[in-house]
């Protein structure tokens, strides 16, 4: 894959480095995005109705099953090429901040350190009335388990549809975004608000913005680079120019 000169040179003396990733770079490790979830058993269902507050209190066990389904989908997936060069990428930036909407965590598995998790991590559970995070609970049976606290129904610990996001968090993104000098933009349809309005603050603060998607996205006619590849080509393909250059000096 050609990797363009003189995003490498930018690279190269960047102090500040933000990438924004989406389900596309996980998609390498066998996690669907949600609509590729459409298949086999869940074929019937539209995952925007399965992931919003209405549907849990509708039918609370249904919610629980699909994302046992997806947590078992994670629990059994690795970090892919994609994933470790964005570790090793943190490795040779003075500040770099990856800001995911996955829930998957793989991110933190392939070695990442500074991540900003802007859904949420489905590999957690929390009380769907307090929101407290909870580690353990009595297998009942009974699906979804209650809070050991206050017997409520236990949730995983990801952003729906029509939820907030959390605000601190959110807060830190926008003021990682707006302090880049390279924003990345990798997986991601750039379409969910709030995280799409990411990479325009980025812009507007001078940022250079780069896409990695094998599609064109309402981001593209305002990236500076574009890398019509899947993230686990072109991040490796990145990051050995970045090695190459940092050598060479
Ligand atoms: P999305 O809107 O982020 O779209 C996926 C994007 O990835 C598309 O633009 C697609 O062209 C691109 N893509 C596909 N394969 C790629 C590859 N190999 N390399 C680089 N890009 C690739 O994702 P969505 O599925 O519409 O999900 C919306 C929200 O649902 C996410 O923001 C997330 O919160 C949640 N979700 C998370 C996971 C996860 O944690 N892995 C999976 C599904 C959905």
């Not at 060069?85 to 965590?105: C, P, S, Y």
């Amino acid at each position: 894959m050609e990797i363009p000169e003189e995003l490498v040179r930018m690279l190269g003396t960047a102090e500040r480095v933000a990438v924004l990733t989406g389900a596309g770079i996980s998609a390498e490790s066998g996690i669907p995005t949600f609509r590729e979830a459409q298949t086999g058993l869940w074929a019937k269902y539209d995952p925007q109705e399965l992931a919003t507050p209405q549907a849990f209190q509708r039918n609370p066990r249904l919610v629980w099953e699909w994302y046992a389904w997806r947590r078992e989908l994670v629990g059994g997936a690795e970090p892919n090429k994609g994933h470790i060069a964005l570790a090793e990428m943190e490795r040779k930036i003075l500040q770099f901040t990856l800001i995911t909407q996955n829930v998957d965590g793989l991110h933190q598995i392939a070695g990442s350190q500074n991540v900003l998790e802007l859904h949420g991590n489905i590999r957690r559970t929390k009380c769907s009335r307090e929101g407290v995070a909870v580690e353990t609970w009595e297998e009942s049976g009974e699906a979804p388990p209650r809070c050991p606290d206050c017997g409520s129904y236990l949730r995983p610990d990801v952003v729906w549809f029509g939820e907030g996001l959390p605000e601190e968090i959110l807060l830190q993104a926008n003021q990682v975004a707006q302090a880049s000098h390279v924003f990345f933009s990798i997986g991601t349809s750039a379409v969910v608000y709030p995280a799409a309005a990411l990479p325009m603050q980025a812009r507007r603060n001078g940022a250079v913005i780069v896409e990695v998607n094998p599609v064109e996205t309402p981001l593209t006619p305002d990236a500076d680079f574009v890398l019509r590849a899947a993230a686990g080509e072109a991040l490796p393909a990145l990051v050995k120019r970045m090695m190459d250059e940092i050598l060479d000096c």
